[in-house]
């Protein structure tokens, strides 16, 4: 009798964890991650939007909220990121061109010392307002997962769109144009 009571527990933790495996699967499909929002066709009220950071190379904070409004380009980037430096150009030029139409790009640094950082916005010329996620809570909020990452959030607070790699011209383009024609 003993020699079957092994093989029965076994087996009954085999299937207990196949049915836990199951139900993990089943959880996993109602994602409510930003991109899966996004899908949908919905768009989420933004993230960490209330999160205060110090401001990169000057005195005080600022956050999202104080932004409200605007259409903002969240732009996460890292000194150490080679495709950030690529795209750096790309956001500035961006910049210039939206800057005075309601609208700006937000650099935030990801997983960098300050110095490193304001020698890459000096390096790369940007007039943009760079903050520092020093504890890391808002790019966990946006659920980053590595740099660069770029997130545009629409006049009402709602993120319009997200592109989790290099941002080119034309996607920037193309995305910031129905936002920036929209007042409000």
Known sequence: MRRFAIPGLVALAAVALLALLVFGVARSTANTSLDAQLAKGIHPVAPASDVAMPILGGKGSEDLA??????????????????????????EQTQKQIEGRGA????????????DSEQFVKAHGITYPVLRDVNGSFSRAWGTTGVPETYIINRQGH?????????????LEGTLAPLLAKRS
Do not use: H, M
């Open 66 to 91: 104080d932004l409200r409004g605007k259409v903002v380009v969240v732009n996460i980037f890292a000194s150490w990121c080679d495709p950030c430096a690529a795209e750096a150009p790309v956001l």
């Open 104 to 115: 700006t790009i937000l650099g935030v640094t990801y997983l960098d010392a300050a110095p």
């Open 159 to 171: 993120v319009a769109a997200i592109q989790r790699s290099q941002v080119s011209r034309s996607w």
